[in-house]
């Protein structure tokens, strides 16, 4: 039996819509894949003229502080029914991550239904998501939300200029933040002050992220009126919504601590390394100059005046992007090379907006 492998296909897109059901419209929910003028695309694996596993590949340029990180994200990774258990999505994501590093990426990422079957294939979780759900009896220690409206498309190029002012944060065009601001079912707000838009929320993407703020930019007291007006329109049946933070996001999350909102700390994706010598890169950015490192494709050798320490795929991620920003593993790297790491580890973190 012979497997190729096949990009960007009619076939590859039926798979995907047969195993997410018809009800999914992929082809709005994620533009940035779809659309041929984007850089996503799709991989297939063809067994005898059939598509028997796909998925979604897109490589970004993660902004962390000012500096740039390629990343791969995967998604929408499916295997036909009949085809399960031969081990064809495993093959498949190996594909796309040889794609992905090709095009770059240091990293894979992506956000799993079902951890368990990634952490099989190589996948952690990395990084740091907070999150706050708001109920309507919060909604009076809330700003006013005089000044909130429904987001219109003339709204897009300032909601683009707040987004991009994010330290953390993936790197979009004006055309990309329009183009999916357009997708389906957000539900976007924003606060005007003067004629002039100061924060934008958006809540809702497709048949994700319902009843989640997952996007926001703007001070935070102008966030946090966007915010109230949520809570104040919530459809019957609701009487909360989730808000999704970067653990960056400083002020927002000290005024929600005042107001007595509870944070609850979760991890921002599953990730795995594809490129070691892209990993010895960013040791060696946030090292101090005595530090050497050397990789093979599995291993990263750090060595610094106190001795070395060896670190595998998965440890070299959990030392530059641990699960909710823990150190441990870099005070070890530490301890071990004589070096400090300081602005380690790091925060990355994508917005609702551009997941797949
Ligand atoms: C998940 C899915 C892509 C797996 O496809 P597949 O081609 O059968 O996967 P593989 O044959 O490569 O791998 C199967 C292996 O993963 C394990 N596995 C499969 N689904 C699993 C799950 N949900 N949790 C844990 N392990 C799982 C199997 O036991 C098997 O393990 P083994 O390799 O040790 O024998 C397929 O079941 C599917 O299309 N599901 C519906 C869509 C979906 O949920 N996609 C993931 C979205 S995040």
């Given at each position: ?222 966030v946090l009126a ?105 005070e070890v790297i ?7 790491f300081d602005g ?13």
């Amino acid at each position: 039996m012979t497997i190729t492998t096949i990009q960007r296909t009619r076939l590859a897109y039926d798979l995907i819509t047969q195993v997410f059901g018809p009800e999914r419209n992929f082809a709005s929910e994620y533009p940035l894949i779809f659309d041929p003028s984007f850089q996503g695309s799709l991989i297939g694996l063809e067994e005898a003229d059939e598509v028997v596993s796909a998925c979604a590949i897109l490589p970004r340029d993660l902004v962390l502080n000012g500096w740039l990180m390629r990343i791969g994200m995967i998604g929408t990774v499916a295997t036909a029914d009949e085809h399960r258990g031969k081990g064809y999505a495993g093959q498949l994501l190996r594909e796309a991550e040889k794609n992905l590093f090709c095009e770059g990426a240091v990293l894979s990422i992506l956000w799993a239904d079902d951890a368990a079957f990634y952490e099989k294939k190589g996948y952690i979780p990395i990084g740091c998501e907070v999150d706050y759900a708001l109920s309507v009896t919060d909604s009076g220690k809330l700003p006013t939300s005089e000044g909130v409206r429904w987001m219109e498309t003339r709204d897009h190029a300032a909601m683009h200029a707040l987004y991009v002012r994010h330290s953390h944060r993936v790197d979009r065009t004006l055309a990309e933040t329009s183009t999916l601001l357009h997708g389906p079912e957000i539900a976007g707000l924003v606060h005007e002050e003067n004629g002039e838009v100061v924060s934008y929320a958006l809540m809702g993407r497709g048949q994700d992220l319902q009843g989640v703020v997952h996007e926001w930019a703007g001070s935070s007291k102008n966030v946090l009126a966007c915010l109230r007006a949520y809570l104040d329109n919530l459809s019957e049946g609701s009487d909360s919504i989730f808000l999704m933070c970067p653990v960056t996001a400083v002020d927002l999350r000290k005024d929600l601590l005042e107001l007595e909102i509870p944070a609850i700390e979760g991890v921002l994706a599953m990730a795995r390394v594809l490129d070691m010598q892209g990993m010895a890169k960013i040791y060696q950015r946030f090292g101090d100059p005595r530090l050497r490192t050397a990789t093979d494709e599995e291993a990263l050798r750090l060595t610094g005046p106190k001795g070395s320490i060896v670190l595998d795929r998965r440890q070299a991620l959990l030392g530059t992007c641990p699960p909710q920003g823990k150190r441990s593993l870099l005070e070890v790297i530490e301890k071990e090379t004589g070096i400090r790491f300081d602005g380690m580890p790091l925060s990355p973190f994508i917005w609702g907006l551009d997941s797949i």
